[in-house]
């Protein structure tokens, strides 16, 4: 999905080819911005294999985890939802920090009763919880009695004290 937003060409050369063994990471990397002061690279996912918690779990891995701790400076890595599929928790092992992405008005509490189980069972070394899906109408303040801060691209304020009252 992550390659397709980005618009590049579906390939069936990515991880999967590089966690069996058929490709190196050198092959399997996109460059996204390569100037002098800034680089970003993406490492597609290719090819859906039919054991994707197997490749996770093979020397080949551990051979990519190298590459990136040689190479990089900070990596990021989306897996499948934890608990759906186990390939977060096998990645979460040498992650410094899991990212847990919620949304909201489609997460329950159920749900988030059951991360903070997660952390403290320690399933995940550290972890933080990104809350994403809010609408944002564009305005925000504060209001207490007859007094209303609001706000817009910019500051401004409007007080009803000492002015009548509504």
Avoid: C
Avoid at 54 to 76: P, W
Avoid at 135 to 144: D, L, T, W
Wanted: no cysteine; charged share 20%; proline share 4%.
């Amino acid at each position: 999905k992550i390659s397709k937003v980005l618009g590049l060409a579906e390939n069936p050369i990515g991880l999967s080819s590089f966690l069996i063994g058929k490709s190196t990471a050198n092959e399997i990397v996109t460059p996204l911005v390569n100037d002098e002061n800034e680089h970003f690279d993406l490492f597609a996912s290719g090819a859906i294999p039919p054991n994707p918690q197997e490749l996770v779990s093979t020397k080949y891995m551990a051979q990519l985890k190298a590459f990136l701790e040689n190479n990089y400076e900070v990596v990021i890595v989306d897996t499948p939802p934890f608990g759906i599929v186990a390939d977060a928790q096998i990645i979460g092992e040498w992650a410094d920090l899991s990212l847990i992405v919620t949304r909201f008005n489609q997460t329950t509490v159920d749900q988030v009763f059951e991360i903070d189980e997660w952390n403290d069972r320690g399933v995940f070394k550290s972890m933080a919880i990104i809350f994403n899906g809010i609408k944002n109408s564009g305005y925000f303040g504060y209001k207490y009695g007859y007094y209303y801060y609001k706000r817009k691209y910019g500051y401004g304020y409007y007080s009803s004290y000492g002015y009548g009252g509504y």
